[in-house]
């Protein structure tokens, strides 16, 4: 099914956690902040959020800045 | 060596119940590689080091988290807002920010103007009272305009942020007299942001007796990073001294250093 991440539309696994979408991106879940459909999704409750159909995933980080 | 910090009697800057013996903040941006970066770091002295929330790149091709660099144990990660223009986006940025899991406080920017990234004070001061209820430490870039300050310290900012000049111009400090005026009107700490271009107008901007100073580009974009932000970390102490020290009042007419008697006739 399709998500998009970022701003790009991505086909993932049906059923699949917020934790499996980082483990697919090979990104590490303590690097970086997770947003589902506009909420913040703390570290601990990753693998309990499965994604559905057309959800929008925001995956952001530090970068340098002023 | 004797050093000024040595001479001077100063309190360390206290900003929402942290404490810095340093009081030159600096950003993380533009710079021409991470070496270099971490490098300017070092010699600025710095404590607070400022960083922006963006996208992970999917591909990873290319630029990673400026974590790999900064050990957030050995410096204060300061996240900010900045690209944001709503208050509802730099509402959204900051809670993304705090939940890197870091610390509380928030650069809160809300931008008005493309052209001179001007604040947008009306969307500043919303974002402020929204982010100061969720307990958020926040520093407010701001203009130099004294009442906007004002405001922004009675909806509970734990510093105000005037800028010098706008975000990476390097003009300086074009209002000395608006920048000592919110100085000595407001009790939370007042740190200039933005504008400064080299080493003198840090110090002249230390000067007004502001609590700190952050910068970015002045130092990311000399020519030699490392050595300006050196220069930065010396102008700011030297600046905050000649505060303390006070410096003698302006004259239109001269007066002879050396003594206008016994000169021979």
């Known amino acids: 099914m399709d998500v998009v991440i970022n701003g790009e539309r991505r086909k993932v696994t049906s059923g699949t956690s917020l934790l499996d979408v980082l483990g697919e991106l090979k990104l590490d879940p303590r690097a ?7 909420r913040i999704v703390r570290r601990p409750a990753l693998g309990d959020v ?13 970068v340098g800045g002023g | 060596m004797t050093t000024a910090v040595e001479i001077i009697r100063d309190e360390p800057l206290t900003i929402g119940g942290r404490t810095f013996q ?7 941006g533009k710079y021409p590689d991470m070496d270099t970066m971490v490098r ?22 290319k630029e990673s988290s400026v974590l790999h660099f900064l050990d957030p144990t050995k410096i204060f990660l300061l996240a900010n807002t900045a690209g944001c223009y709503t208050a509802a986006d730099a509402i959204r940025y900051a809670r993304l920010a705090r939940e890197a899991g870091f610390n509380d406080f928030v650069k809160l920017e809300v931008i008005g103007d493309e052209e001179t990234l001007l604040p947008d004070v009306a969307g500043l001061l919303e974002a402020a009272k929204v982010l100061v209820q969720e307990g958020f430490k926040v520093l407010a870039y701001t203009n130099e305009d004294l009442v906007t300050a004002l405001r922004l310290e009675d909806a509970g900012c734990a510093a105000v942020m005037p800028l010098a000049s ?23 700490p007042v740190i200039v942001d933005a504008g400064v271009g080299t080493a003198s107008d ?20 000399a020519q030699d990073p490392v050595a300006m932000a050196s220069a930065m970390r010396l102008a700011t102490i030297a600046g905050r001294a000649a505060f303390l020290a006070g410096r003698m009042p302006r004259r239109e007419v001269a007066m002879p250093s050396s003594p206008t008697r016994g000169m021979l006739d």
């Open chain 2, 202 to 221: 840090a110090c002249v901007t230390m000067e007004q007796g502001v609590d700190g100073i952050l910068m970015n580009t002045a130092i990311a974009a």
């Open chain 2, 22 to 28: 340093s009081r030159l903040m600096v950003g993380t």
């Open chain 2, 40 to 61: 300017a770091i070092e010699a600025s002295g710095a404590e607070v080091v400022t960083v922006a929330v963006r996208r992970v790149n999917l591909d990873r091709s």
């Open chain 2, 166 to 188: 706008p975000i990476g111009s390097g003009l300086g400090l074009l209002n000395p007299f608006s920048v000592r005026t919110i100085k000595r009107r407001l009790h939370v």
């Open chain 1, 32 to 38: 970086v902040v997770v947003e589902h459909n506009r």
């Open chain 1, 50 to 62: 499965k994604v559905k159909e057309g959800d929008a995933i925001e995956l952001v980080h530090f």
